[in-house]
């Protein structure tokens, strides 16, 4: 089983860009699904983007379309979320997960089985 770390968060002004990054430890990461979920203060945990197995399928949650862009290097056993044209409520906290089920990207949270312990990001305007 994988443990997942994820790194990159900040604070940064609107329309700026972030890239997170979800390290994972253990040789079976490409055995997962990838899944970026974020948390806002009093809000549920939401889904923002997933990343299939070997990179070839993406989702998107519809308002982060044409601004995020998953990816993914299996070599290095990472997962990353590049973040550009950031608003304001972007802010949360942002999550990777991964989900043993190779031929779906879910997009609810309880779908997947190993979680990071998340990183803060802060849009000001």
């Known amino acids: 089983q994988v443990q997942l770390v994820e790194s990159g968060g900040g604070l940064v002004q609107a329309g700026g860009s972030l890239r997170l990054s979800c390290a994972a430890s253990g040789r079976t990461f490409q055995s997962y699904t990838m899944g970026w979920f974020r948390q806002a203060p009093g809000k549920e945990r939401e889904f923002v983007a997933g990343i299939s197995w070997n990179g070839g399928s993406t989702y998107y949650k519809d308002s982060v379309k044409g601004r995020f862009t998953a990816s993914r290097d299996n070599a290095k056993n990472t997962a990353y979320l590049q973040m550009n044209s950031l608003k304001p409520e972007d802010t949360a906290v942002y999550y990777c997960?991964?989900?043993?089920?190779?031929?779906?990207?879910?997009?609810?949270?309880?779908?997947?089985?190993?979680w990071g312990q998340g990183t803060q990001v802060t849009v000001s305007s």
């Open positions: 997960a991964a989900d043993n089920v190779l031929w779906r990207i879910a997009t609810i949270a309880d779908e997947y089985d190993i």
